[in-house]
Structures are given as C-alpha cells and as structure tokens.
C-alpha cells in the first residue's frame, strides 16, 4: 500500500472491490487521474484537485466530469466507454458498483489491446502508412460532423486562444530556470505576442471558413488504438470547454507534435499530408507552427505541475521535468522556426504525385495550399470533391475556366506572399506562360520562387490512377487525361536554381528533404 494515495483510492488495488473480482488491479496515475487496469475492464477516477483550468474539488463535480467523459468520448470510440458507475463505501469495504451511498464516481470502460496502442506500434515499428492515413481521415470525418455554433465560435476562438496563452505563461513563471529556460520563454513568448499582431486575420479567415468546432481537445498518440480495422481515439477532454472548443488545426497539431517529439518527423509529414487531403484545409499550413507551440507548451506545463505532487516518487520527478524540459525545447523550435516569403509551384501530370507532395510540404514550411482542383470546382460553386469526368480541355475543364482558375491561384499567393507567408501551388502547371506569370508573382512580391515537378513511371501513375477513381478527393485526373496531358505539355527548362526534379516514387520524407535542401 501506498501511504500517499487516499484510503479508498489504495482500497480499489484489491480484486474484492469489483463486482466482477479480477484475477490482477493495477494502478496508473496521470496528473488528474486513478486508472485501474481489472482484467478485461478499466475503470477511472479522477483526483480532487482544483488546477484552475478544472476543478474536481467535490463529489458532484467528479460525477457530472465523468458524465462528460462518457458522452464526448463516445463520438471517436463508442463500444469502449461503457458509462459511470459509483465507488461505495459497504460493510465488506469500498466496492465499485454496489448499493448505497457514492464516496466517489469513476467512468467504466472496455480494456484496449496494448499491443493496438499507437505508441505501442511506434515502438516496435509497426505502424503502417495505410494505418496512419486512416487515422487522418477519421479525425477530418470528426471534424466535419462535430458540431459548430456562435457559442462554440466565440469561447474557442483566437481570443480564447490569446487567454490560453496568457495562462500557459502565468502558470510557468515558475518553472523558469527548472524545466524552461528564461530564453526559451522570452523566445515563445515574442513569437505568440508577433502571431497575435500578425496573424489575426488569418484565425478570422479560418472561423469564417467553419473551422472552430468542438473538438478532441488532447489528441496524441496514447490516446489511439488500432483495434482490428477500426481505429479509435479517446481521452478527450471533458473538464474546459474553453480547451476543447478550437481551431480543428489545434487537434492535428497536437498529434503531429507528439510523433515529432517521440522522433517521427516522418510519420508527422504523413499524418499532415493525409489530414490535407482528405479536408482541402487550405489555410491550415499557416496556422501549424502556432498550434504546434501550443500543445508543446502545454504538455511541458502539464508535465512540470506532476514535480509539485507529493505521491510522485523522486525517480518518476527526474523523469517529468526531463520531459518536460523536451516539450519546452520543440516550443521553442516552433518558435524560431519559421519560413520566409517564398512561391512553390508544384508541377507535373495528373497522377506524379504532386499533391501528395505538395499537401505535406505546404504543413512542414507552414505554407499557404492553394490546389487547382479545389480552386476550380469552388469558382464554379461546386464540392471539391464533386465528380466530373469532362473529356480533356472540356466543360469545366475548359481553357476559359483553366484560365480562370489559374488567375485565382495566383492572386490567391500574391495576397499571402504580400502578407509575409510562403505559398505552395498545387496544379499541372503545363505551359511556359503559366510558370512565368507565377514567377512573376514571386518577383514582384520580393519572394524566393521554386519549381517543383514530380514524376514517376507509368505503371505507378496508372496505378495511383486507378485508386483514385474510387476515393473522394477533388481531382477528376485518370488515364485518359495523363496521356493528353503528356502530349500538350511544355518542356519545363526553367533555371537550373528555380527548377528541381523529384521522384514521387521515393519515401515522402526524402522528397521533403531534397526540396527543403533546393530551398536552402
């Protein structure tokens, strides 16, 4: 027995406290919880503490956040929360789930694989890339279904993200010289105090655009599981709405910050592509390195406030203030980080992989995303993901509506490179004209220009061709178009310092890689 830990908290470590007496009871804590692991069943308390962004002070309060934990978790992964069940004090002892009067609640849940847990498969090299594409459509099909109101605008918009900022600081103060450096909050806090002057316009361009919802709110790795061919996301926050209410950038930056903290840099560029892809989030590039610094603030405060509980032993205190010395470390790379103005052009034919590229290359540079096919269908008030199978240089894919289209493009990156922001062009770019009028927009603008172009062979591209055919995604590209496109098309003997060739067939992250070194 533990002495620290409460007397029915230590009297739950016994199988008789359960209904179901479990051959093994093991206890884990987090900084707000009591998780016991019973056989097949989990079931979780949380401590009577009051941090200022919760409060599970009084019995009510626990039971309604045990309610709430219930009902949003449901939303990602609905067989694994079962309900909310009492702790009773009885004649034999505490007991979970018996008659008379509750001493406390804890929310009941099926036990997940272990060998399911993402960070699990991270561990042991697991986790495949179709696996972590399903992740990513998951979470932007939640996304897209969870729900959106004024109040839901207003507590989870930029102003309640400033406020969230100026907590994060205050709560840290103290921790300055134990678990971040004095330059490591100076540096975080000039970098949020920029983005707050600079940016507004793009966290109201993005609330407009419907991305405020209510939202996981702690979405990182442990909180996946892969069970079977389903996947399932839980733990979310329940306890502040005003944590939970956000910018959906706010979730995916937080998982891509937690592969990129474990080492999985990759696998974040995977993750953020797919994310793209599947929402034609635009705007959300811009938005990642503000996020991204968030979340690994908050995990290096949450981290810090476990070295001021007196039931954490001193070897696990070592353990948390290194991680939280980590977390503070990738804030600060957020920070410091940042890509000046530049023009990208993706080029290439229908099915080169350009926009597999493009869509994690736009979230590693923190790049505005503009994609042709998108902007197209848009212009022409239909759904990007609205099917038409148009013969080559017909119907939409006229050359007045191609024209149109590229116009949009291009004054869409004049306006962001204007603003200071980098820009990343989705489209065929096929002819000469149309790669000089985008140079022209980066000279004119004081920009650093790039011309990517991808290629590969064709059995890959028909390949890619034929997969597409059966997914939602907004290109209409298909065998038929690839082959006119590769008799219409232009030599691209751009200079040899604007032009790079990339192999799409190569790992996503080696194609990173050779433009980030293009770049310089």
Same mark, same amino acid.
């Given at each position: 027995?533990?002495?620290?830990?409460?007397?029915?908290?230590?009297?739950?470590?016994?199988?008789?406290?359960?209904?179901?007496?479990?051959k093994?009871v093991?206890?884990?804590?987090?900084?707000?919880?009591?998780?016991?692991?019973?056989?097949?069943?989990?079931?979780?308390?949380?401590k009577p503490?009051d941090?200022?962004?919760?409060?599970?002070?009084?019995?009510?309060?626990?039971?309604?956040?045990?309610?709430?934990?219930?009902r949003?978790n449901?939303?990602?992964?609905?067989e694994?929360?079962?309900?909310?069940?009492?702790?009773?004090?009885?004649d034999?002892?505490?007991?979970?789930?018996?008659?008379?009067?509750?001493?406390?609640?804890?929310v009941?849940?099926?036990?997940?694989?272990?060998?399911?847990?993402?960070?699990?498969?991270?561990?042991?090299?697991?986790?495949?890339?179709?696996?972590?594409?399903?992740?990513?459509?998951?979470?932007?099909?939640?996304?897209?279904?969870?729900?959106?109101?004024?109040?839901?605008?207003?507590?989870?918009?930029?102003?309640?993200?400033?406020?969230?900022?100026?907590?994060?600081?205050?709560?840290?103060?103290s921790?300055?010289?134990?678990?971040?450096?004095?330059?490591?909050?100076?540096?975080?806090?000039?970098?949020?105090?920029?983005?707050?002057?600079?940016?507004?316009?793009?966290?109201?361009?993005?609330?407009?655009?419907g991305r405020?919802r209510?939202c996981?709110?702690?979405m990182?790795?442990d909180?996946?599981c892969?069970?079977?061919?389903?996947?399932?996301i839980?733990?979310?926050?329940?306890?502040?709405?005003?944590?939970?209410?956000?910018?959906?950038?706010?979730?995916?930056?937080?998982?891509?910050?937690?592969?990129?903290?474990?080492?999985?840099?990759?696998?974040?560029?995977e993750?953020?592509?797919?994310?793209?892809?599947?929402t034609?989030?635009?705007?959300?590039?811009?938005?990642?390195?503000?996020?991204?610094?968030?979340?690994?603030?908050v995990?290096?405060?949450?981290?810090?406030?476990?070295?001021?509980?007196?039931?954490?032993?001193?070897?696990q205190?070592?353990?948390?203030?290194?991680?939280?010395?980590?977390?503070?470390?990738?804030a600060?790379?957020?920070?410091?980080?940042?890509?000046?103005?530049?023009?990208?052009?993706?080029?290439?034919?229908t099915?080169?992989?350009?926009?597999?590229?493009?869509?994690?290359?736009?979230?590693?540079?923190?790049?505005?995303?503009?994609?042709?096919?998108?902007?197209? $269908?848009?212009? !022409?008030?239909l759904? *990007? /993901? @609205?099917?038409?199978?148009?013969?080559?240089?017909?119907? +939409? =894919?006229?050359?007045?509506?191609?024209?149109?289209?590229?116009?949009?493009l291009?004054?869409n990156?004049r306006?962001?490179?204007?603003?200071g922001?980098?820009?990343?062009?989705d489209?065929s770019?096929?002819?000469?004209?149309?790669?000089e009028?985008?140079?022209?927009?980066?000279?004119?603008?004081?920009?650093?220009?790039?011309?990517?172009?991808?290629?590969?062979?064709?059995?890959?591209? $028909?390949?890619? !061709?034929s997969?597409? *055919? /059966? @997914?939602?995604?907004a290109?209409?590209?298909r065998?038929e +178009? =690839?082959?006119?496109?590769?008799?219409?098309?232009?030599?691209?003997?751009?200079?040899?310092?604007?032009?790079?060739?990339?192999?799409?067939?190569?790992?996503?992250?080696?194609?990173?890689?050779?433009?980030?070194k293009?770049?310089?």
């Open positions: 027995m533990d002495a620290a830990l409460p007397a029915h908290i230590q009297a739950l470590l016994s199988p008789k406290a359960y209904p179901d007496s479990p093994d093991e206890l884990r804590q987090t900084h707000i919880s009591y998780v016991f692991l019973a056989d097949e069943l989990v079931y979780k308390l949380k503490l941090l200022g962004f919760l409060d599970f002070t009084t019995l009510e309060k626990r039971r309604h956040f045990c309610e709430e934990e219930v949003l449901r939303r990602l992964c609905d694994t929360y079962l309900g909310v069940v009492p702790v009773v004090e009885t034999a002892g505490v007991q979970v789930e018996a008659e008379g009067e509750p001493i406390d609640y804890a009941k849940m099926r036990r997940l694989p272990e060998d399911g847990m993402m960070t699990a498969m991270l561990e042991r090299d697991a986790l495949t890339l179709a696996q972590l594409r399903q992740l990513a459509e998951k979470i932007a099909e939640f996304h897209a279904s969870s729900e959106q109101s004024d109040e839901i605008d207003e507590l989870g918009g930029f102003e309640t993200a400033k406020t969230n900022w100026q907590e994060n600081f205050d709560q840290t103060v921790k300055i010289g134990v678990t971040i450096s004095q330059e490591q909050f100076d540096g975080i806090r000039g970098f949020i105090d920029r983005e707050v002057k600079q940016s507004a316009d793009v966290f109201g361009l993005r609330a407009r655009e405020i209510d996981h709110g702690d990182r790795s909180a996946v892969f069970v079977q061919d389903s996947v399932c839980y733990d979310c926050i329940e306890f502040n709405e005003r944590f939970r209410y956000s910018d959906v950038a706010s979730d995916v930056a937080f998982l891509a910050m937690d592969l990129e903290f474990r080492g999985y840099r990759a696998l974040s560029d993750l953020l592509g797919a994310y793209i892809r599947a034609g989030d635009s705007t959300l590039p811009l938005v990642l390195p503000f996020y991204k610094c968030y979340r690994a603030y995990r290096g405060k949450v981290d810090g406030f476990q070295l001021d509980q007196p039931e954490i032993d001193d070897q205190k070592k353990a948390v203030a290194e991680g939280a010395r980590h977390y503070f470390d990738l600060h790379q957020y920070a410091t980080h940042s890509t000046p103005p530049t023009l990208v052009v993706m080029s290439g034919l099915g080169s992989g350009k926009s597999y590229l493009g869509n994690a290359l736009s979230a590693r540079l923190g790049a505005a995303l503009y994609n042709s096919d998108v902007v197209r $269908k848009a212009l !022409l008030g759904e *990007a /993901t @609205e099917r038409r199978w148009e013969p080559f240089g017909a119907g +939409i =894919y006229n050359p007045e509506t191609t024209a149109m289209t590229y116009e949009a291009l004054s990156a306006s962001m490179l204007e603003h922001r980098p820009v990343v062009l489209a770019f096929l002819k000469r004209q149309e790669r009028a985008a140079r022209k927009v980066a000279v004119e603008t004081n920009a650093a220009f790039a011309v990517i172009e991808c290629t590969a062979d064709e059995a890959t591209i $028909k390949e890619r !061709l997969e597409r *055919a /059966t @997914e939602q995604v290109s209409d590209g065998w +178009i =690839y082959q006119r496109q590769l008799e219409v098309r232009e030599p691209i003997d751009e200079s040899p310092s604007d032009l790079l060739r990339v192999n799409s067939t190569l790992p996503l992250s080696a194609q990173i890689d050779a433009v980030l293009h770049l310089g």
